[in-house]
């Protein structure tokens, strides 16, 4: 019983520090119109289902820092959101654009 009691403490421990770090950027979070006239470089996504409910928060940082950093990847100056995560869903869906 004491080993059970520790192993799920120690799960507990290790799942609250599973977070996704957001990269360091400067991209502006923008309408669709705002970046019409800038070149699409492809989707953003990310998404956390482990972090729901109660969690939801932590969950939608995560979610929303694995976005934000393939945007990083793809040398964005603007990401353009469809989707802002959801308690249930933790989803951030966008485009991804490089403005000048």
């Known amino acids: 019983m004491k080993i059970a009691t520790i192993s799920m403490a120690l799960i507990g421990t290790l799942a609250m520090t599973a977070c996704t770090t957001m990269q360091t950027n400067s991209i502006i979070e923008a309408t669709d119109q705002q970046v019409r006239a800038c070149k699409l470089l492809g989707p953003v996504n990310g998404s956390d289902a482990i972090f729901v409910g109660l969690s939801a928060s932590i969950g939608s940082k995560n979610a ?28 951030w869906v966008g485009k991804a654009y490089r403005c000048k």
């Open 64 to 91: 929303k820092a694995q976005a934000m950093n393939e945007a990083v990847r793809l040398s964005a100056t603007h990401v353009a959101w469809s989707i802002m995560g959801t308690t249930m869903t933790n989803e």
